[in-house]
């Protein structure tokens, strides 16, 4: 290659030969290099949670639907403030000159009007209003929902971990076990069918333990596209405890429920949003005011003059117009529509309030019967490894095989990962409540 770069250097550029050069010699080494792997990052519960706060893509939508429906209320306020339209155009008339609007035609207008009294109007802006302000209960559930998920997710990786580990270990107890069998049995002295067993027993844990790492992968995914860091970025957990505030008792939760779950602050608002448009639709018989003004400069080329007895340029026209209902069909039936919206909406109340009552009850039970059901997995860990114990302490005295004492060590591993499983069960509860009492921002904020 460099006799070929040399030749074209004598019969070419020697300066297109030297670049050709340096790109080939370039090239290799700029391929191997390794593409650079993200530091890892270290976190907290609370940093977990606040990284999603700032960058979750559920939260960011919540937050452009709570802005559409600010923009969607004022399309209706807009009706209660000045408004000024511009217009210009010109047309050829034969005959009397008017237009479609019934209006004459102009070379130049200025229009002007402002809603000043019109109830059944006031009360659509108002429930639309009313209805802005729920998206902003909307996007308050949504920051719960991924606080409970990404909390969630940190507490079941701590776990999955952990557990990982432990079956890292029976993974050596159930080797040491095969081996113990299999020697036994080519001296005749197991059957053939208990190394079948200690051979189950690994590949049990080799599946379990895949299925962990399987699971591992799917969390971290997941917490690094709510946290906003890098697609290969590693994770570093610590076990945690939620603060105690979810220890409260259930009559207190039901309380606070009452006043901060969403579900029932949702359904609260929706029917004042419907009294709001009832209470504008029985107004529908008022009169209606609105202030209106029109200001027009007309031209002699659509032949005013002659159809009528005096021709101005400069037009005005500035007052109030009112209109009261004599009859209106439409007046009662937006009623009897509003009526029954209203009705549909505090029935929905009332069920919400029930449910929330018995499932603030119901969790605040599940709570008490996970930590119970802790306690009962610490315990049964504590007496397996009083057992284990116990066994050491007899093989040394050489009164206990190997076998025995290395199943004991796989039993107390599960003992270990009960205890993970029920320390994560108590920590969802507890989740699950705080989220349904509308507690779980005040704590975990």
Known sequence: MRQVISLLATRYSPLCAAALLVLLEAGPARAQQPATTPAPVALTLHKAIDLALQNSKDIQVAKIQASVADHAAMINKA?????????????????????????????????????????????VGREQQEQARAQKIVLEDVRNSVIVGVASAYLELVKVRHSAELLQKESSSADKILGVVQQRSDEGLELPIEVTKAQLTKAQVAQRLLQLEGRADELETYLRAQCGLAALQQI???????????????????????????????????????????????????????????????SKYNNYDLYFNHFQRNNYNAGVQAQVPIFSASIKANIGFAESNLAVAKATLATKQNQVNADVRRKTRKVREAEAGKEVARLELQLQQQNLAQLQARLEEGKAGLQEVEKARLDENEKWMALLDATFQRQQAQLDLLKTAGQLDKVLQ
């Open 79 to 123: 009706q209660f403030l000045p408004n000024f339209y511009a217009g210009s155009g010109a047309g050829y008339s034969y005959g009397i000159p008017e237009t479609p609007g019934g209006r004459a035609p102009a070379v130049f207008s200025l229009t002007y009007n402002e809603q000043v009294f019109n109830e059944p109007l006031r009360g």
């Open 236 to 298: 570093e957990v610590k076990p945690e405890e939620l603060p105690g505030a979810a220890e409260q008792e259930g009559a207190d939760l039901v309380a606070m429920a009452t006043q901060d779950n969403t579900d029932l602050r949702l359904a609260r608002s929706d029917v004042q949003a419907k009294q709001f448009r009832l209470t504008g639709e029985k107004r529908g018989y008022w009169p209606t005011l609105q202030f209106v003004s029109i200001y027009s400069l007309l």
